[in-house]
């Protein structure tokens, strides 16, 4: 194969980074599609913020003589779910989308369930039912966004792999208090 080179008429760039300036980091050489990826993402919010609820709902009312180190675990990943749920609303925000954090429906815009469970086991499980819906569903999203928008590709590669490793924690607790 030739190798490639970079050639980049710098007037063209700087006169086209002069139009259309109110779409802010959306610019003409973006491949993927806005409004799709705005809803997509904000179906992703909404997933990140029940596994926030979950979580912290466990990591409250948890109880048993081991429950202090679940709660723990529990702690933690709530706390990096409510991370990923910054940077997606910040990634919608750069698409010039609006973050949707209303708790009005968002049950139906998450790919989660919340589902509170009676005992410590029964917390785990739904917890990893819940990271592996997220995996599945981030994977899907990931092949969706391509390299027609690679920064949310990035973005929900980087959040996946937490995912996957949340799952691990949670079949590792499994194991251990089933």
Do not use: W
């Not at 259309?20 to 913020?49: C, F, Q, R, W």
């Not at 995996?135 to 999203?141: A, G, N, V």
């Not at 966004?145 to 079949?171: V, Y």
């Amino acid at each position: 194969m030739p190798k490639q080179t970079f050639v980049s008429d710098i007037k063209e760039l700087r006169r086209r980074a002069r139009e259309h300036m109110e779409k802010g980091a959306v610019t003409p050489s973006y491949h993927g599609d806005v409004e799709t990826a705005v809803k997509i993402l904000n179906e992703a919010l909404a997933t990140e913020i029940v596994c926030v609820l979950r979580y912290s709902y466990h990591a409250t009312v948890a109880t048993g003589l081991d429950s202090e180190s679940v709660k723990e675990e529990f702690r933690q990943h709530a706390r990096e779910e409510q991370e990923h749920a910054g940077r997606i609303a910040e990634r919608i925000n750069q698409l010039g989308g609006k973050p949707n954090m209303s708790p009005e429906g968002i049950l139906t815009r998450a790919h989660s369930e919340y589902v509170e469970g009676d005992t410590l086991v029964q917390m785990i499980k739904e917890n990893l039912v819940a990271e592996r819906i997220a995996i599945e569903s981030y994977r899907e999203m990931i092949k969706y966004f391509g390299d027609g928008d690679p920064t949310s590709r990035r973005l929900m590669e980087s959040i996946l792999e937490k995912e996957e490793e949340h799952a691990n924690d949670m079949q590792d607790l499994l194991k251990t208090h089933a």
